[in-house]
T-cell receptor, first 114, second 115 residues
């Protein structure tokens, strides 16, 4: 069965500092991986996804993630945090053998200090 | 139009009420989803409709009844809910469900409170 682990339920950074949110997955087949962001009282918005091809994926709002098969990781980074980045971030893998449904990690809450 | 809309935004209901949540998308997507999300938790999948047919039911209690009248609309009928059903209910859609590489587009959710 596929699964996702997000290390750190809460990450705090200073404005302008590097953002690193960690995601490791378990999958017996080539995975499709996603990062979503959720602002308070809103739905989820796709930041970026990896399906095939280039392992460094660029997304919206300056975020990017690198698929590392050897490390089964798909960490999310942003060089310089903005106050507006404060939100909940979810990593997800597509469960291909279960009708393509999304398996979510537990989420990481990002706080940005001024 | 890359938007999924949900109505109402907020809903308060008693345990004996019957109400419905509505979801609409005009992106031509053929897969639609209902999720339940509790505070500080990831969304939990409830139902998946693929080409207007129910394809996944994640053992959801029968007090939740989904309906897909056409490819653009998805309803969730609620009856005899319990206080623990209070949550944010999210609708999502994707081009096609089973291939897995199509991202899901989420609506803003309905905040449900059961008294």
């Amino acid at each position: 069965a596929q699964s996702v682990t997000q290390l750190g339920s809460h990450v705090s950074v200073s404005e302008g500092a590097l953002v690193l949110l960690r995601c490791n997955y378990s999958s017996s087949v080539p995975p499709y991986l996603f990062w979503y962001v959720q602002y308070p009282n809103q739905g989820l918005q796709l930041l970026l996804k990896y399906t095939t091809g280039a392992t460094l994926v660029k997304g919206i709002n300056g975020f990017e993630a690198e698929f590392k098969k050897s490390e089964t990781s798909f960490h999310l980074t942003k060089p310089s945090a903005h106050m507006s980045d404060a939100a909940e971030y979810f990593c997800a893998v597509s469960a291909l053998r279960e009708g393509g449904k999304l398996i979510f990690g537990q989420g990481t809450e990002l706080s940005v200090k001024p | 139009d890359t938007e999924v809309t949900q109505t109402p935004k907020h809903l308060v209901m008693g345990m004996t009420n019957k109400k419905s949540l509505k979801c609409e998308q005009h992106m031509g997507h053929r897969a639609m989803y209902w999720y339940k999300q509790k505070a500080k938790k990831p969304p939990e999948l409830m139902f998946v409709y693929s080409y207007e047919k129910l394809s996944i039911n994640e053992s959801v209690p029968s007090r939740f009844s989904p309906e897909c009248p056409n490819s653009s609309l998805l309803n969730l009928h609620l009856h005899a809910l319990q206080p623990e059903d209070s949550a944010l209910y999210l609708c999502a859609s994707s081009q096609e469900g089973k291939r897995g590489y199509n991202e899901q587009f989420f609506g803003p959710g309905t905040r449900l409170t059961v008294l």
